[in-house]
Each structure stands twice: as C-alpha cells, then as structure tokens.
C-alpha cells in the first residue's frame, strides 16, 4: 500500500493570500497521479481552515491504522505558510491566529507521529513554505529548520525530506507556480530516462537553483539506498503532462510563420513590441504615479490612517535587502538597463552526517561540524538609464491613532526597452523611539514581466499592488483586533 497525502494552502484570513500555492498541489497531483503507484490519496487544497484539514487528515490516517496494511510508502507534500518557532516547524492553515498558534496551525511534530503511527518504509517530505515569492519561515537561529529535521529522520525508516529553502533565506513563487515545485516537477518531465529515483529529482534541484543565481537554496535530509524509485514516465506522457501542467503552445504553428516570413519581416514584426525611445518609458511611468496617485484602493484605510506617497529618484544600492531583487532578475540583467556585480565570499554549512544524526537521537552531544563553501553574491546593483522621473514608490500609512501600527508599501522598478518588471514589498514599521520608526527587513516580491505597450496590463498589476496592500494591513488589524475573518469591511459593520 503506497499513500500520498497533498496540502495546498492559498486562501488566509489573517495573512497574504498565496494564489501560487493552490496551482502547485494541483500540479503534483498530476505528477503522483502519473506515477499511477498510489493506492490512496488524500488530496486538500479548499476549505483549508483548520477544523476541516485536521479532521480530513486524522481520518485518512486512522483509516490506514486500523487496516492493518503494510505501508511501502508515503508522500507528504505542503504548499503555504510555514513557521519555525519554539523549535517546532508549523504548517500554516488558513484560520491562522498567532494567539491560536497550536490550534490553528498543523505541527511538523503531530505529523510525524501520525506518519509513525502507520510505520512505513519510506517517508517522503517535500515542503514548499512561500508567500508569493517571499519566504515566511521564521528562524530562532542555529539552522532552527535543520536540527527540526535532523530529529525527525532518526524515527523513519527511509526517508527523503525535501526543504524548498535554508532557514534563513526566502522561498519564491509566481502566481503560477512556486520556483522549488516547478523545479520538482521539471526534475521528472525533464528527465533523459523513463525511471526516476527521488535521487536523480534531487540532483535536478540542486542544479537547476545553482544556475538561478537566486538567494534560496533548497537542502535535504535523506535516510535511504538512493535507489528508492519516485515514478516510470514515457516521453509520451512526460510531454502529456507538460502540456497539461504548463499549458499547450502551438510550436508547429509558430515555426511554420516564421519560416514564411523573411529575416526583414521578422526584425519589423519582432520591433513592434518595442518602445521606440525614452520619452515612451517616461510616459508609462507618468501613467503609474498617476494611477496610484488617483486610487481609490486605500480609501477605507484613510479613516483611521494618514496616506503619503512619494515619488523618488534614489541609489539602489542604499535599499534595504536590494540583493534579492538582483537575485530576481540576474537571469534577464543582460536585457536591462541595470549594472549588477557579484563577490565570491565563504559562507559555514553545518554537516549532517547518519552517524551525527543517530547520536543526536539518542541524546548524546555531538560538537557541530562545519564545512566552507564558496557562494556567488550580489555587491552591488543600480539602474543604468537615470532619466526617469522617479525610480522609487513608497506610500506609507501614518496611524491617527496610538494603538495602531505604521505600515508601508515600496515599488522599485527594472527595464528594458521592451519590458517592466515591478517589485514591491509589504512591510510593518517598528517603532524604535517615540514617533520614530525603521523598517529593518523587507521582502521583495516580483510582479510577471510586462510589455510598456500593454497598457492595460501595466495597470491591472499596479490594482493587484494596491489591493494586496490593503489586504495586508487589514488581515493585520483584524487579527490584532480580533475581528472576525467573516466580516469583510473594515470600517463599517454588517447589520
């Protein structure tokens, strides 16, 4: 008996919805679906909130349990928030209260055990904890996520546990798919043989984020033969499932116009998507500070908030957490009107050998070892075109009142003459002294690339800024307040 339980989790009531999320347990499940190898799967991805999952969770479990069947395997795999606090990794679900933290969440701990519970040959474990681009994995120092981890391998029997980044470091997504399951799955569809062990997925990973150059790095705690066997897939069906997963393009049709028309035709056709000169880059970026200028997005906030926005000219270099924008768009830097320069510099990683592992689970103090490995990093990173009007949003909510907190939102751009590319970042100020206030992280997340001529386009990402802004400060008031996740207005009541 081989069992696969999938949780996806998007919709939060307290914290940033996670539209990515939902797409990628829907895309594993494909792939398990595929593999045509489990007898039973549990597979949640609505009604997300607590109650429900628990209760889905606990059944499909204790049906196992009491059937005395062997178990061959298990595949766990969660997609959301995720927390590491108290030295226990939570499972974010979407009633998430931070004074409910133990009933509103799913512990690493109660998983395992219910895993324990049915004894299987093989766990698998692969968590995508993200926020739409930005990780949400809190650390209380020491590789908190690792040593959670380290512990629990030692009560399997084989196991393959699969992180989509360090614990210190964030997991990005787009709307479509999170970077690490989209990795996963790749690590199958583009596999060169039809038999797939979970080792030849995780060597796919790893190559494939070396070669990002982004600032997340997937790791893995694994306890087997690397000969256990995740799936066998033709090419026939790899490409089904591509096709499925990612969506058809009619390649044969666009090869067979662009062998009709000649190079001319091609130049001509390929510059239309252009701009045509600076002065067109200025005007879309007119029509942004117009269009958040104009907003009506925040009004129900301006009751018990002050709105400022600024439109600013300023060194990249001076942002807080700049890196990781440069990390986004390291792969397109040659098309941009940006300058990015990388150091090499040496950075300690714990080693986690069996035997450590196995002492450490036994109770005994094992001193911690650690290897240098050398890591490409971003020193400095600018924009090269500077005639803009501005190159930097920040609207900031000043509270009226003293009970509330400071909030702001930040957009910075990058360009080419063909493309935007928007980052933004929610964040909470916290107050240092009486009335003075620093943000001292942020986490940036990118909207897709955007053609300058679609207009429309350009605007409906700066509505989802502006709506994901007012989520955000509202999600944070009713929790602070708790406020029923229910009443949808802010300002006014239901009656």
Known sequence: MKLALLIGVSEYDTQQNLPGCENDVKAIKEIIDATKKYDDKLVIHSQTNSNNVKQKVSNFFDKHRKSDEKIEEIFFYFSGHGSYQNDEFYYI????????????????SEIDELIKSINPELTIKVIDACESGVRYIKDNGENGVQKMLDRTTANFNSCYFMFSSQSNESSYALDTLSYFTESFINGVLLHDVDTIRYRDILDFIADDFSGKNLAQTPFYVTQGTNTEVFGSFSNKLKAELKEHIFGKVDTEEIQTKNEEMTLIEKIVEDAKSYCESIDDIKAAFSDIELQITS?????????????????????YKDIVDIDKVANFISEDSEELFVDIKYVVKPFKVQVNDIAT??????????????????????????????????????????PKYPNLTKYNCRLIFAFSKKDLLIFYSYNMYKEIRWGEFEVEKIDWRRSPKVHFKDKA???????????????????????????????????????
Do not use: W
Not at 93 to 108: A, G, H, I
């Open 295 to 315: 907003t009506s997005k925040l009004e129900e906030l301006t009751t018990i908030y002050n709105c400022q926005t600024e439109f600013e000219d300023i060194y």
């Open 457 to 495: 386009k350009i605007k409906s990402q700066i509505d989802e800024i502006l709506n994901g802004y007012n989520d955000f400060v509202v999600n944070k008031l009713k929790n602070q307040f708790s406020i029923s996740s229910e009443k949808s207005n802010l300002i006014t009541s239901d009656k």
């Open 357 to 398: 592992q196995m002492r450490r689970a036994l109770g005994n103090y094992v001193e911690p070892k650690y290897r240098e490995e050398k890591r490409r990093v971003v020193d400095y990173y600018e924009i090269t075109e500077d005639s803009l009007p501005y190159n930097y949003v920040k609207i900031d909510l000043s």
């Open 93 to 108: 679900l979407s009633d998430y209260e931070s004074t409910k933290l133990n009933r509103t969440t799913y512990k690493n």
